[in-house]
């Protein structure tokens, strides 16, 4: 007599399945919840810090309301390391309870950021032009002057030739380990003068 066993598994039901993968997307929606949520007080945390070490002029520019200006000038008053920080905090969290109203406030930080970037990358750009000048003489010249043609040809080549002699003079001296003779002002008044032509294109395009 031969015996049939029946072996069954226990699978859960389409409910209990259902039930299941509810209880991951709750816990998904969870966890991004509160990742959004460290990332935004990590931002407002920033930004309150941006707002106590802002420059005077640029601070008083900030849109702030009287309470939280008043927040925001004891931590600016404040030396004390730990007292500072601990006043950042607390304006921080003064500024959680106005999340909605951010806006205005982050763009004010930003604004002397990308100031300031652009006032560096002027720099370097108008020292660039300088260096250049001086290696490369009337050739480097002629190529700024196609980009700048309103520029003085005579003004500038005085200057890149007294600049270069001031210099060299340094140079030699260095090398021989003499002491540097007085810098004549060219180098400076190069660096100066490109600037202003720059200003003055920069003007020009406005208008």
Known sequence: MRVRIIITHNIPSLKNRNDTTMQVDRTDETYVSK???KREAQEIHRLAEALVDLKASDYAKAPLDED?????D????????IARKRQILFVAKQLRKRSDDLGPLFLAIDKPKSEQKKETARMHRLERWRDRMLEEGDECLSEYLTEHPHADRQALRSLIRSASAAKARSDEAAANDRPIPRNDGSYSALYKMLGELERGASQASDD
């Open 35 to 37: 990742s959004e949520h």
């Open 68 to 72: 939280m200006r008043a927040h925001v």
């Open 74 to 81: 004891l931590a600016r008053r404040i030396d004390a390391q």
